[in-house]
């Protein structure tokens, strides 16, 4: 028998669902028949972009380190240099913390950081996904707008928080 | 050396990915559910379709946690339910700007008021970045 303390945090949620899916099925079979029907759709609809996205995470991993970006953001074009690695940075936001911070005490600007943290909703592996949702004009119009927005943002922070 | 560091940004993609699928199984699920169960009409209770909307869109977005892909899914039906793209763009970009959830250990990192300052500029910037981006739109 699995003990729960086995079974990882990050599926609590799911096993919540399938419940709430029993409890559906028990009050009405057909509905939960229906539900599932429509969740494999969407499945089918995410699968190929899942692949894609798997290959392009590789490709970033294999060019981009944390220690790379440290030395690329203390050079000069700060910004700008913000702005990609932001974009091109990948992993979960809390994973960058630790470097975040050894950049802060570094002497890095705040502002940078708040560039860089900004852009990292800039994910070319996730473009193929808001395309297919939204469009391609969204989807290049948004991302402009946003990272001339991060660096706007960088400035309020940097001014804020001096 | 080569073929390490390739096995590396693999491991590290797949193991990514891996530790995104248990949620993104459950939104799924949910979103499934929430087709067949919640009428269409329920969204527009929310989603106002008032000026409030990419408000209340930047607030959902802030709230919600996880996958920024799982943001894009979310987004995608509401927008099939006929929610404004404002709103829609205001949860999407909140959602991937705006850490409530990850604050407390942004704090701890980065600094109470870098992080305070930088998620309550994002919060704001969400709506700002919808409105302009869909103004641009109804432009071309």
Known sequence: ?162 | MQNLKIKQAIFKAGKGMWNMVPMLIGIVFLIGLANSLIPKSAYSKVFTGSIFDPLIGSILGSILAGSPITSYIIGGEFLAQGVSLIAITAFIVAWVTVGVITLPAEIMMLGKRFSIARNAISFVFAIIVAIITVGVLNLL
Request: charged letters at 15%; proline letters at 4%; hydrophobic letters at 55%.
């Open chain 1, 1 to 162: 028998m699995i003990k729960l303390k086995e079974v990882r945090k990050s599926w609590y949620f799911t096993i919540v669902v399938a419940i709430i899916y029993l409890i559906v099925w028990v009050i009405d079979s057909g509905k939960a028949l229906e539900s599932l029907q429509a969740t494999l759709n969407i499945f089918i609809k995410i699968l190929p972009i899942f692949v894609f996205v798997f290959l392009l995470l590789t490709f970033t991993n294999y060019f981009i380190t944390p220690k790379k970006l440290a030395g690329w953001l203390n050079k000069k074009h700060g910004w700008l240099i913000a702005i990609i690695t932001g974009i091109i940075s990948t992993g979960p936001i809390y994973m960058w913390y630790p470097m975040l911070q050894d950049l802060q005490k570094q002497g890095v600007r705040n502002g940078l950081i708040a560039t860089f943290l900004y852009n990292r909703a800039i994910k070319p592996a996730h473009l193929p996904l808001i395309i297919l949702y939204f469009g391609l004009a969204f989807t290049i119009v948004l991302t402009i707008v946003m990272a001339i927005l991060s660096v706007v943002q960088g400035w309020l922070v940097e001014k804020i928080v001096k």
